[in-house]
């Protein structure tokens, strides 16, 4: 199994602020996806990264593909309380089918 | 628009005891998956499914065992219940393999708690 690290683990900050999630590997993975979990329901697919130095913005959310494929990140500008939740990324391998899972971060916004 | 439907949504369960966990989904989708979540563990593949007729392993499948008599339907059965199985469970299924720009897509979670 390819391992995936998310950081930070948790994060807390207020309404308006930035903050930036990464998710980091050792392997070289053929594409990479985010998702977004809140309490009680599945994981919602919010993005799939293809290309090595890939950007997507959704809204206030930027995500980028590292180079080497082995890293990306996730940015949120002017965090909304409706951010909420925990943040997973999952690494697609080059062969099988098994998506690989980060432990995720937890992102507490506070009014 | 259902999507994958889990049932049930709680249950406890005695040591030694088994259970079904039920999953359906309504989008024609080949591919099926069982994860388990643990708290700060993040998701692990249990059992997958590319089609009727067809299972495999994932990265912890001991304890457990599935079938996948039609396209809809994916149960994962418990024999033997067991404290290390305690964990919240999650099915999901997507129309193509991980690699492509298609979702999983997970039903809401079955909470087992085994005492």
């Given at each position: 199994t ?7 683990q948790?994060?807390s900050?207020q ?10 590997s ?5 594409s990479?996806q985010?998702?977004?979990?809140e309490?009680g329901e ?5 993005v ?8 997507k913005k ?6 980028q ?12 500008t ?5 951010d909420?939740?925990l943040?997973?990324c999952?690494g697609?391998?080059?062969?099988g089918?098994a998506l ?10 506070t009014? | 628009?259902a ?7 709680f249950?406890?369960?005695k040591?030694?005891?088994s ?7 309504d989008m ?10 643990d708290p700060?563990m993040g998701?692990k593949?249990?059992?997958y499914s ?6 495999d392993?994932?990265?912890v499948?001991?304890?457990y065992n599935?079938s996948?008599s039609?396209?809809e339907?994916?149960?994962l ?5 067991a404290?290390?199985q305690t964990?919240v ?10 690699g ?7 039903g809401?979670g079955?909470r087992l708690?085994?005492?």
């Amino acid at each position: 199994t390819q391992l995936l690290e998310q950081s930070p683990q948790f994060l807390s900050i207020q309404e308006g602020e930035n903050l930036t999630v990464y998710c980091n590997s050792s392997s070289v993975f053929s594409s990479l996806q985010w998702y977004r979990q809140e309490p009680g329901e599945g994981p919602v697919l919010l993005v799939t990264v293809v290309t090595g130095g890939e950007v997507k913005k959704l809204k206030r959310l930027t995500f980028q593909f590292g180079d080497a494929r082995k890293d990306s990140s996730l940015h949120i500008t002017a965090a909304q309380t409706g951010d909420t939740g925990l943040y997973l990324c999952a690494g697609v391998p080059n062969s099988g089918y098994a998506l690989n899972f980060g432990k995720g971060t937890s992102l507490l916004v506070t009014p | 628009n259902a999507g994958v439907t889990q049932t049930p949504k709680f249950r406890i369960l005695k040591i030694g005891q088994s259970m079904t966990l039920q999953c359906t989904q309504d989008m024609n989708h080949n591919y099926m998956y069982w994860y388990r979540q643990d708290p700060g563990m993040g998701l692990k593949l249990i059992y997958y499914s590319v089609g009727a007729g067809i299972t495999d392993k994932g990265e912890v499948p001991n304890g457990y065992n599935v079938s996948r008599s039609t396209t809809e339907d994916f149960p994962l059965r418990l024999e033997l219940a067991a404290p290390s199985q305690t964990s919240v469970y999650f099915c999901a299924s997507s129309d193509s393999r991980p690699g492509s720009y298609q979702p999983q897509h997970f039903g809401d979670g079955t909470r087992l708690s085994i005492l």
